[in-house]
């Protein structure tokens, strides 16, 4: 049997309630990817304007727009819906529309459960914005003020706003842990025959380990926030001294999840390049199982790590040796990726269009992550970087350099698949070129700041950190609106456009390339055989 | 204006130009030199004055190195292949996907030999040797700081000579709030600095008696975190007098960014006599509290502890950012009687709250940190003022009683 085989074109096939009912009631993988996609899209500028709001009270010293109480929710909550609600929601939706086309599948294993995980994520929003809303109205102080760490006491002290937070965090946590388990089951059980575990394309492979990661570590953050619960209304003791509990009882079992959730969300897009590389240079990907065992590989080590996160709270000295070494030990798997992506794209023959350019940049912003990651791990230097500018600058090379412009990557390697039409090249090499720059001018700055020794988190800042402040908030504000640009090309692209062949891309190869442009509503009903 | 562009400009005629596009550059780039002599860019550690601070930038400034020389390797050698590898006509792309024999896989695994090289040997050893250096708290102290973080000040105690003392923001809120030009030392100085003697080895305890707080002075290269209800520890040893300003790291409210840490690092001789000062007004503070104050008296001093320890949170008006922070004016619990008939203290009222602070909450037990002076200034003064006229005081003999029996309800 041939791998592209046609679809039945059945006329039925394409039975959907209209209007708003097809989107509440959608079972289809595809709707339901769509609606992941635009809901992460719309919370990505939600989050990007809290944080601009911010960068605006950082231009100059002094406060000019907000009081201080503001100001620590608008961080928090930047983080916490970039995060949850912009991040994940976006890794979901790439595999609620490329999973089942990729290995495939006719769609996920378990469609009503996706659909609930889906429809779960809006309440939780809300609940997580609220608060900044009943605050106009006099209600309670606004939204959580602790930063998305929560850390207790400060957070057992802490306005209702928090308590609207841990509400969110165990909704989305729902959602996340339907969103894995549904992965999980149409992964193992519903691949293409012939499909072995090590024929799966690596974003599944990316994917999987993500699920698994997802399910570890979630449900300890959800018995931390309840435990958190149940300290600010029920008169348990967990975190406070007084009654025999220990704040940093909380740092551990949050960064127990908190650590492995940076690869939650970078996974997906480690997945994703191999594909976009090997699509544009035109050559298969080098070290697909090299790849394989060290996506593994990360999955595991970064289960115990998570204390280098809290070296300055007080530890033994064993305890800051194994956590140093053991994070050390990460760069190993991940130099193997970068190598493996470094590796395809030699003596291929690389065109470089929109898809391409954002995965070079990735390859090449995140290494700055990944490298001054390697330094974080180291103890005594970590006392000096350690919530200072200098992490705030690395951990946006690892999540917006990393996990965001790697979602733009997919977005732009995929759109055509999904829409039928070509995106605007143009304003696509635009919106890179203004996207790199701009971060750049943020986040190097930042750096330099926390090497001086300016604090993260603080309203207003002493006069010798001014300028790299004002710089910075100048790259921030472009970054910001140069996104206007790909929601534009996104619109576009979705309302027309030049038509696309099956195979977008020249280079392409994989099962969701058999398949049309767009896809037919109901895609793979008759599994393709791989041989 | 048209310019004519001939079809082939003489070269003289476009270096001309190209001199011109550059020149209105010029006073753009002027006003930026201009700007950048006055400005500060640093772009490292501020200069270490101990031992830890110096092992710290040394490991930093070689761990820097390491990582940029990696970055320029690895990313030359991705930039030549995108320049080389492209597609072009007559040219096909490479299928290989794996190394196929022994030399192969030699350079494949070289890399990453050298990586293990680098962390395990070329960074470990030395991170290890600074970690031993930095927790050096076992071998003897020439003396103790112990260090309180609270919402939003320093309390810095001498265990040795009995010296206590909080240290809060000396930045006029108006320089902050922009009405005023700031300060040299714009939200890095303190009323009361800890002041500590050079070339002596100081541990320092730190603990906290309301949420995480994190003491930092980055020209110490020390950041250790407060928590409440532990006791952690670290040490200083200070090369050379000076003034030293950090902050607090750990977001620990509203006003986290404004609790700096100033340490001025003195010669041994002028640390002891500033002990002794310190000793004679904490003797002549011990003694005031005996005898009896006037109502005017109270009412003064207790503004200014009003204006120091509690304007931040009840407001200068004490109308208080409700509902965290609750208005004293017409405050039910400033508006009840001073102590019950028999002189003890009830619970719920307004010496209580003031004394024992309530838990859960960023009012913390001033009883710790106040005088017994400062203590009665203040009660008398809120029950005085903001619209409470309760026209009742309190003695600070009256405190200094209650304190000794335990001042609990």
Not at chain 1, 38 to 49: E, I
Not at chain 1, 269 to 286: D, I, N
Not at chain 2, 104 to 110: A, C, K, S
Not at chain 2, 354 to 365: R, Y
Request: net charge neutral.
């Amino acid at each position: 049997m041939s791998t592209a085989i046609a679809h039945p074109g059945n006329p039925h096939d394409e039975h959907y309630p209209g209007g708003l009912m097809r989107w509440l009631t959608t079972t289809n993988h595809k709707d339901i990817g769509t609606m992941y996609l635009t809901f992460a899209l719309m919370m990505f500028f939600v989050g990007g304007l809290m944080i601009l709001a911010v960068r605006a009270e950082l231009f100059q010293p002094g406060l000019q727009l907000m009081k201080p109480e503001f100001f620590n929710q608008l961080i928090g909550v930047h983080a916490l819906v970039m995060i949850f609600a912009a991040l994940m929601p976006a890794a979901t939706g790439f595999a609620n529309w490329m999973i089942p086309l990729m290995i495939g599948a006719p769609d996920m294993a378990l469609p009503r459960l996706n659909n609930w995980g889906f429809w779960l994520l809006p309440p939780a929003a809300i609940l997580l914005t609220m608060p900044f809303t009943l605050a106009l109205f006099g209600i309670g102080d606004g939204a959580i003020a602790t930063g998305w760490t929560f850390y207790a006491p400060l957070s057992v002290q802490g306005g209702m706003g928090v308590d609207f937070a841990i509400l969110a965090v165990h909704i989305l946590g729902i959602s996340s842990i339907m969103g894995s388990i549904n992965i999980i089951v149409t992964i193992f059980n519903m691949r293409a025959p012939g499909m072995t575990m090590m024929k799966l394309p690596l974003f599944a492979w990316g994917w999987l380990i993500t699920a698994f990661l997802l399910i570890a570590t979630l449900p300890v953050l959800a018995g931390a926030v309840t435990m958190l619960l149940t300290d600010r209304h029920f008169g348990t003791h967990f975190f406070n001294a007084a009654g025999g509990g220990d704040p940093i009882l909380f740092q551990h079992l949050f960064w127990f999840f908190g650590h492995p959730e940076v690869y939650i969300l970078l996974l997906p897009v480690w997945g994703l390049m191999p594909h976009v590389l090997s699509t544009f240079s035109r050559k298969p990907t080098y070290g697909y199982t090299a790849q394989v065992y060290s996506f593994i590989a990360i999955g595991v080590l970064s289960v115990v790590v998570w204390a280098h996160h809290i070296f300055t709270s007080g530890m033994p000295i064993p305890a800051l040796v194994y956590f140093m070494f053991s994070t050390m030990s990460i760069s190993i798997p991940l130099a193997v990726l970068f190598f493996c992506w470094i590796a395809t794209m030699w003596r291929g023959a690389m065109t470089f269009e929109t898809p391409m350019l954002f995965a070079i940049g990735f390859i090449v912003l995140f290494g700055i992550a990944g490298l001054t990651g390697l330094v974080l791990a180291d103890v005594a230097a970590d006392a000096q970087y350690h919530h200072s500018y200098f992490v705030v600058a690395h951990f946006h090379y690892a999540l917006f350099a990393g996990g965001i412009m790697g979602v733009i990557t997919g977005v732009y390697y995929w759109l055509p698949k999904w829409t039928g039409h070509m995106y605007s090249e143009k304003l696509g090499k635009l919106h890179f070129w203004l996207t790199v720059i701009a971060f750049n001018l943020t986040f190097i700055p930042q750096f330099f700041l926390g090497l001086a020794g300016m604090p993260r988190r603080i309203p207003d800042y002493a006069l010798q950190f001014a300028e790299f402040n004002a710089i910075s908030t100048i790259g921030a504000f472009i970054l910001g609106f140069s996104q206007l640009i790909f929601a534009y090309n996104i619109w576009c692209c979705v309302r027309g456009g030049t038509k696309v062949e099956a195979r977008v891309w020249e280079g392409a190869e994989g099962l969701e390339w058999e398949l049309s442009s767009p896809p037919p509503h109901h895609s793979w009903e008759i599994p393709p055989v791989i041989r | 204006m048209i310019i004519r562009v001939p079809a082939r400009r003489p070269a003289a005629v476009s270096t001309a130009r190209q001199m011109r596009s550059w020149a209105f550059l010029l006073p753009a780039a002027s006003t930026l030199i201009a700007h950048e002599a006055s400005a500060s860019f640093n772009f490292n550690f501020p200069e270490p004055v101990t031992p830890i601070a110096r092992e710290t930038l040394a490991i930093h400034n070689e761990f820097m190195l390491i990582i940029t020389i990696l970055f320029v390797v690895v990313f030359a050698i991705m930039i030549y292949s995108m320049i080389r590898h492209r597609k072009r006509p007559g040219y096909e792309a490479a299928t290989f996907s794996a190394p196929s024999n022994r030399l192969q896989w030699f350079w494949v695994l070289l890399p990453f030999a050298i990586l293990l090289f680098i962390d395990f040997i070329l960074m470990g050893i030395p991170a290890v040797k600074a970690i031993v250096v930095m927790e050096d708290t076992k071998t003897k102290a020439d003396m103790v700081l112990k260090v309180t973080g609270m919402q939003w000040k320093w309390q810095y105690e001498y265990p040795e000579s009995g010296i206590k003392f909080i240290s809060t923001l000396a930045t006029p809120r108006d320089q902050i709030n922009n009405a005023e030009a700031k300060g040299e030392h714009y939200l890095l100085e303190v009323d009361n600095p800890v002041v500590l003697p050079v070339g002596k080895k100081v541990r320092v305890l730190l603990t906290s008696t309301d949420v995480i707080h994190t003491w930092w002075v980055p020209q110490f290269g020390v950041k250790r975190d407060a928590v409440p209800g532990f006791l952690r520890e670290t040490w200083v040893k200070i090369d050379k007098p000076g003034i030293y300003r950090g902050q607090c790291a750990e977001l620990c409210g509203k006003e986290h960014g404004f609790m700096p840490v100033v340490v001025h690092a003195v010669p041994e001789e002028e640390f002891i006599a500033w002990q002794d000062t310190q000793k004679a007004k904490i003797a002549s503070a011990a003694s005031s509290a005996d005898r009896t104050w006037s109502k005017d008296e109270l009412m003064a001093a207790g503004k200014a502890v009003y204006e120091k320890q509690c304007a931040m949170c009840h407001q200068p008006e004490g109308q208080g950012l409700p509902p965290t922070f609750p208005a004293l004016a017409g405050s039910k619990v400033v508006n009840t009687p001073l102590l019950s008939a028999e002189g003890k203290v009830v619970t719920d009222t307004h010496v209580d709250r003031v004394m024992n602070g309530k838990p859960g909450t960023p009012m913390q037990a001033f009883r710790n940190t106040l005088s017994d002076t400062d203590l009665a200034a203040v009660i008398t003064f809120e029950r005085n003022s903001f619209g409470n006229q309760r026209g009742d005081m309190i003695q600070p003999a009256q405190i200094k009683a209650l304190r000794q029996e335990g001042s609990k309800p």
